[in-house]
């Protein structure tokens, strides 16, 4: 089994940049497809950001792909996710997940993936 570990999370200011790491133990995270999920208190758990087992694929999230870039080291087992100019209402918990996968697929819905870390807390102020 594939344990998933997120980083890089904390609490920062507007116009900030955070980069988020989610790091794969147990099994080689190449062959999974990974995504980011947010959860802000009380909301639904959204996509963010996903990137196919190979890296030709990635997906953004329309409100805020402007402002994101998903990227994966399979040697190191690691999808980073690059948040930039944060906002307030980015405040949420990342989470990633991971669900194997070949070729280009990436999938965009929660019940796609069947692996999640426990989350990364950021909290951006004003």
């Known amino acids: 089994q594939v344990q998933l570990v997120e980083s890089g999370g904390g609490s920062v200011q507007t116009g900030d940049s955070l980069r988020l790491s989610c790091t794969a133990s147990?099994?080689?995270?190449?062959?999974?497809?990974v995504a980011w999920f947010s959860q802000a208190p009380g909301k639904e758990r959204e996509f963010v950001a996903g990137?196919?087992?190979?890296?030709?694929?990635?997906q953004y999230a329309d409100a805020v792909n402007d402002r994101l870039t998903i990227s994966r080291d399979n040697a190191k087992n690691t999808v980073t996710l690059k948040i930039d100019n944060l906002k307030p209402e980015d405040t949420a918990t990342y989470y990633c997940a991971a669900t194997l996968a070949r070729g280009n697929w990436v999938g965009l819905h929660r019940h796609e993936y069947d692996r999640w870390g426990q989350g990364t807390q950021v909290t951006v102020s004003s």
């Open positions: 990137i196919a087992w190979s890296g030709a694929n990635v």
């Open positions: 147990g099994r080689p995270l190449s062959n999974f497809a």
